[in-house]
Nanobody, 127 residues
Framework: QVQLAESGGGLVQAGGSVRLSCVAS????????MGWFRQAPGKEREIVAA????????YYADSVKARFTIFRDNAKNTVYLQMNSLKPEDTAVYYC????????????????????WGQGTQVTVSS
């Protein structure tokens, strides 16, 4: 079992920055691809970014490219999401998730591919 705990959310003004952290316990994350998802009220959960187990492969949703950066520190069992130039439409609950994969290059985008989920952290961007 992997337990994931997100932190770093809060209220931020448009144009501001926030860094989310996701700390894992129970097992090392070094063989898991990691993803950040978000869900706004009334909308489906969507992928924001994902990263392979050694950090060489990444994926970003078009809506966050050039604004968000996903990175990880396997020694700390932690994955991060640096969010810059935030917009009101980025307001959502952000979840991290772990995907047990067999290749360092594998990065998947569908929520059903992920095995473990955190409880989520709210990010609210005011205009």
């Amino acid at each position: 079992q992997v337990q994931l705990a997100e932190s770093g959310g809060g209220l931020v003004q448009a144009g501001g920055s926030v860094r989310l952290s996701c700390v894992a316990s129970g097992r090392t994350l070094s063989l898991y691809a990691m993803g950040w998802f978000r869900q706004a009220p009334g909308k489906e959960r969507e992928i924001v970014a994902a990263i392979g187990w050694n950090g060489d492969s990444t994926y970003y949703a078009d809506s966050v490219k050039a604004r968000f950066t996903i990175f990880r520190d396997n020694a700390k069992n932690t994955v991060y999401l640096q969010m810059n130039s935030l917009k009101p439409e980025d307001t959502a609950v952000y979840y991290c998730a772990a995907d047990r994969v067999t290749s360092s290059r594998t990065v998947r985008t569908g929520p059903s591919s992920y095995d473990y989920w955190g409880q989520g952290t709210q990010v609210t961007v005011s205009s």
